[in-house]
């Protein structure tokens, strides 16, 4: 890590907002004032006076207003903050989110001069004046977005065309949180080398410049203008470079309502998977190598989403864990404006759970974050009132009023029950003021019941249900939650109950004799592994068998992968079945 010294800005006068004057939005005039100041005393003596017009509107009921300082006073506390600072808590967020990849710089240097110093000043106006760029970047931004990196980009595109800039402020948007910081190595499978697939972005310019050029020359199946960041991410994301695409669109001349046919275009090589070359073996992975070529279901859905960016098509590449092994399809952004997340799907086999990654932070997209771009629940009226509240609710936490953030967090999931950071913060607010543990119980409970249809949400809220009775001494009824959510979701998603029965195993395995340890492995495998696949084998199996051979227990282990072998019944050939043979092997080979 480099220490870089530097000189913050000098301290200035504080702007002071009018009672009267902070129950309006402001004005151009007002917010002209705000920029003049800050140039001349920088941004962070801003900072109170604007939080406090934005919190005397917010008391008095006027949402609008208070939104509008709110977002000023946020602006100005970011574009104050002292990069160092920033930047130290950004890599404690990297580490903490486990999102950190070799390909990001070693080392980064601690700059004390404030985030500001990435934007010219007017850059800095354009974005404090602008209210729906506001909502966006505020509800997009996340604790691992580089902020160094995506104020540069903003700063470079709104310099480069002002008018543009404003035409495609969400692009642009989208470009600066994803090209923040560089593609992981596995970016975006991790099947084919670095050799073959450079994992590097374009420069943001050129990238901006070629997609508005493509939607003036009408190549784009969606209006970008029509678009938001957080569905424009998944179109900035391509790893082909700009003549593949461009190539791509004269070779898949597909249709909208025919974009999953992009899939089979690539022809499936089955030697391949016969010979377990799952690397591709070419020298280049470009889109027309692999079309010439064929590939197998990771190069299909690879080649499929490609040719969706290549028309400003937002896609999504899957992969995941089947009946008798891996898989990978991909989604898009269909004609209506709704999600079409399993074309490929069952390609070469059914009942697939999938992952797939958002370039924005390179962690998994949960079912939820899926469901709720299906649903574009973000342009949802009653969310956009929920995010006022919850910007406030947060705030207040953060300064030690408990009592406000409570308050504000519960009309944030009045208004929309399905805004988890509200739900969060209440819970965290709750915890604050003390509550008793069964009042908070009751919170849990009520969040439950609002991400009913939401699997990966509702067993969220459970597990932290059970815990709560079990700490208090409560464990029958402990128990009765966790069997309840597992009933719930063994048939149709079997992973929720195979994250369930995992956490059960590894607590027994750090808490219980082996003896009991087996047992429990055991029954587990009876009560869910008939008819279940690879993931079985992956979540359960194998963490089971690797701990018995760390603990010296290697009869044992041979026998947990026997038993779970003999209960699984892989079609024989299949990758399952080949790679139980391959443990088995390997374990009595010792």
């Given amino acids: 890590m480099v220490l870089a010294t530097g000189v913050c800005a000098p301290l200035g006068a504080q702007t002071d907002i009018p009672a009267a004057e902070a129950l309006r939005p402001p004005t151009p005039a007002r917010l002209a004032s705000i920029?003049?100041?800050?140039?001349?005393?920088?941004?962070?003596?801003?900072?109170?006076?604007?939080?406090?017009?934005?919190?005397?509107?917010?008391?008095?009921?006027?949402?609008?207003?208070?939104?509008?300082?709110?977002?000023?006073?946020?602006?100005?506390?970011?574009?104050?903050?002292?990069?160092?600072?920033?930047?130290?808590?950004?890599?404690?967020?990297?580490?903490?989110?486990?999102?950190?990849?070799?390909n990001m710089p070693a080392r980064y240097q601690l700059r004390h001069q404030p985030l500001g110093h990435w934007l010219t000043p007017d850059g800095q106006a354009w974005l404090i004046g602008h209210a729906e760029f506001s909502n966006e970047f505020f509800a997009l931004i996340q604790p691992v977005d580089f902020l160094p990196g995506v104020f540069q980009i903003l700063s470079e595109l709104h310099g480069r065309d002002p008018a543009l800039f404003s035409k495609y402020a969400q692009l642009a948007l989208a470009l600066a949180v994803v090209y923040d910081v560089p593609p992981p190595p596995d970016w975006p499978h991790g099947q084919v080398s670095a050799q073959a697939l450079p994992r590097r972005w374009p420069d943001a310019g050129d990238a901006f410049a070629w997609w508005t050029r493509e939607e003036s020359l009408g190549h784009t199946y969606h209006r970008l203008t029509r678009l938001r960041a957080d569905e424009l991410k998944f179109v900035v994301d391509a790893a082909a470079p700009f003549d593949e695409l461009a190539w791509s669109q004269q070779a898949a001349h597909l249709p909208l309502n025919e974009l999953a046919r992009a899939y089979t275009m690539v022809r499936y090589r089955r030697d391949r998977l016969s010979a377990q070359r799952m690397m591709w073996p070419g020298p280049t992975y470009t889109l027309e190598a692999i079309l010439g070529a064929g590939g197998i279901c990771v190069d299909q859905a690879y080649f499929a989403t490609e040719v969706g960016k290549a028309r400003g098509v937002p896609t999504l590449l899957f992969s995941g864990a089947g009946l008798d092994g891996r898989h990978a399809w991909f989604g898009f952004l269909d004609g209506n404006q709704r999600w079409q997340l399993d074309a490929g799907r069952y390609a070469e086999q059914r009942f697939v759970t999938g992952i797939a990654r958002d370039p924005q932070t390179w962690r998994a997209l949960s079912d939820h974050e899926l469901k709720f771009l299906s649903e574009r629940f973000r342009a949802l009226p009653s969310f956009l009132q929920s995010q006022r509240h919850q910007e406030f609710a947060a705030d207040y936490l953060a300064t030690g009023d408990a009592t406000a953030a409570a308050a504000a967090a519960r009309k944030a999931v009045n208004y929309e029950r399905r805004s988890q950071p509200a739900w969060e913060t209440l819970l965290a607010a709750e915890a604050a003021l003390g509550r008793e543990a069964k009042a908070r119980e009751a919170t849990l409970h009520e969040a439950m019941r609002a991400f009913s249809l939401y699997p990966d949400l509702e067993v969220l809220y459970s597990r932290r249900l059970s815990a709560s009775l079990r700490a208090r001494g409560e464990t029958s009824a402990a128990d009765f939650e966790e069997q309840r959510i597992a009933r719930k979701y063994q048939a149709k998603r079997s992973d929720l109950s195979l994250q369930q029965a995992r956490e059960r195993l590894v607590r027994s395995m750090a808490t219980q004799p082996v003896a009991e340890q087996i047992r429990l492995y055991n029954a587990t495998v009876a009560t869910l592994g008939p008819g279940a696949g690879i993931g079985f084998y992956d979540q359960i199996v194998v963490v089971f068998v690797e701990y018995l051979l760390q603990s010296g227990r290697n009869a044992d282990a041979v026998r947990a992968a026997e038993t779970a072998r003999r209960t699984l019944q892989p079609e024989p050939g299949s990758q399952l079945d080949r790679e139980f043979s391959k443990l088995i092997g390997a374990l009595k080979g010792g």
Avoid: I
């Fill in 35 to 102: 920029a003049a100041a800050a140039r001349r005393d920088g941004w962070a003596p801003q900072v109170d006076g604007l939080r406090a017009a934005a919190r005397r509107a917010y008391e008095r009921d006027e949402l609008a207003a208070a939104t509008a300082w709110f977002h000023v006073y946020r602006w100005a506390a970011l574009f104050g903050e002292d990069e160092a600072a920033f930047v130290s808590r950004w890599l404690d967020a990297v580490k903490t989110e486990r999102v950190g990849h070799e």
